[in-house]
């Protein structure tokens, strides 16, 4: 089956629970009840504290086929390296930036099972065709339980991977934007720089979070900017603002890594400013850049868009699997990403210590909403009609 079949039996599947609840069809942010949070819907012994022995799962893991890791980051590589000598098993870390998901099922389909442990950012559609779908298996480490929040446990959470708004701080004492309306200004045009919301999901992700959770903040940032209130024919203030933001004509680049330089680079008179992922911030020291977070942007400077990390329902190596998974979940396992400014979702790890510093930033990064997935998941077609009709 290909990922569009995939993708059309979730969407006759979701169907069906809207017809057996009676709801009326999807709203334009997905607030129906079809769009109730995914659950994980079995546990196994290990998950629990009473059932874990790390000594049992090594000498398990032990038995068992090397495993392959793929991660969108080529850190991976060296990860796997680590893990492997720590415990005396074969691991391969294989960068898969693009396609990871049609991968991975496709395997599935196949049985021809490849990746063992899948690590991906696309966090919706990793819920909803993947793990939700049986294809992929969440799986807690019992001596984990308490220091991850339980709304990071399924999916699984490796880390939250922020996103946020930067200036070159060359150029300007302090980011020349403290309030999200103010990108919409004429003063502004073409000057916010950004990765293309349609080549790059966590951008409509990032507005359906708003619309759903944001709406009362916009309002509220809109009246202390403009001293009205917003009226708007949009269905919400989120639709309105990112209205708005398209029609003022950011800069539109295919990657982050183009808008740090559009941001950061050195000599600029008129620096663009924009949101980029905390990994750039190693362009400081590579390229020579001048990035710094926006301090007190309203309602966020940060973004959440983690990671998601699980085994193949599949895999031969099901102990070893469940070892490389509780090893990125350490500080040890987890050490070359937190140089990436990427903050673990177990609470003893310590925060990343980072060119961007962002651990001084966690308190204004947007809450991660894990009950929104089926709704990210379902409206993203939307909200890239949405962005490419008012984007002219």
């Known amino acids: 089956m ?22 009326a069809p999807p709203s334009p942010t997905g607030t129906d009840d079809a769009a109730a949070p995914l659950v994980q819907k079995t546990f196994q012994p290990d998950e629990a504290a009473e059932g874990f022995d790390l000594d049992k799962l090594i000498a ?32 391969t870390g294989v960068k898969v930036e693009l396609g990871a998901i049609d991968k991975v099922l496709r395997e599935n389909q196949s049985g021809n099972v490849i990746g063992d442990v899948i690590v991906n950012e696309d966090l919706p559609t990793f819920a909803v065709e993947l793990l939700d779908q049986g294809v992929l298996v969440n799986w807690v480490p019992g001596d984990m339980k308490e220091t991850i929040k339980p709304q990071d446990q399924y999916p699984l959470i490796v880390h939250y991977g922020p996103m946020g708004w930067t200036y070159n701080n060359e150029v300007y004492d302090k980011c020349p934007v403290n309030n999200i309306w103010q990108v919409t200004d004429k003063e502004f045009t073409g000057r916010v720089a950004m990765a293309d919301p349609l080549s790059n999901p966590k951008y409509p992700y990032w507005f359906n979070s708003m619309a759903l959770n944001d709406d009362a903040a916009l309002r509220a ?32 680049t295919q990657t982050d890594e183009e808008v740090s330089e559009a941001v950061g680079a050195p000599g600029q008179a008129e620096p663009s400013f924009g949101p980029i992922s905390m990994a750039k911030f190693r362009n400081v020291a590579q390229k020579g850049y001048h990035l710094a977070l926006c301090d007190g942007m309203k309602p966020w400077a940060l973004q959440a868009f983690p990671s998601a990390i699980a085994y193949s329902a599949k895999t031969k190596s099901p102990n070893a699997a469940k070892l490389f998974i509780h090893y990125m979940l350490t500080q040890e396992g987890f050490a070359l990403q937190l140089g990436d400014g990427k903050p673990s979702t177990n609470s003893q790890v310590p925060a990343p210590d980072d060119p961007s510093h962002v651990k001084d930033f966690l308190d204004q990064m947007a809450p991660l909403r894990n009950d929104d997935l089926v709704s990210d998941y379902r409206t993203k ?12």
């Open 60 to 91: 398990a893991a032990r038995t068992e086929p090397g495993i392959t890791v793929y991660d969108q980051t080529g850190k991976v590589v060296d990860t796997a390296k680590a893990f492997a000598a720590k415990y005396g098993l074969q691991a």
């Open 2 to 23: 290909t990922r569009s079949g995939f993708r059309r039996t979730v969407v006759t599947g979701a169907a069906l629970v809207i017809a057996l609840a009676g709801c």
């Open 221 to 252: 940032e809109y009246k202390e900017l403009y001293g009205t209130e917003l009226t708007t024919d949009q269905p919400d203030a989120a639709h309105e603002w990112v209205k708005r933001f398209a029609e003022n004509q950011p800069k539109l």
């Open 381 to 392: 077609s939307d909200w890239d009609d949405f962005w490419r009709s008012s984007h002219h």
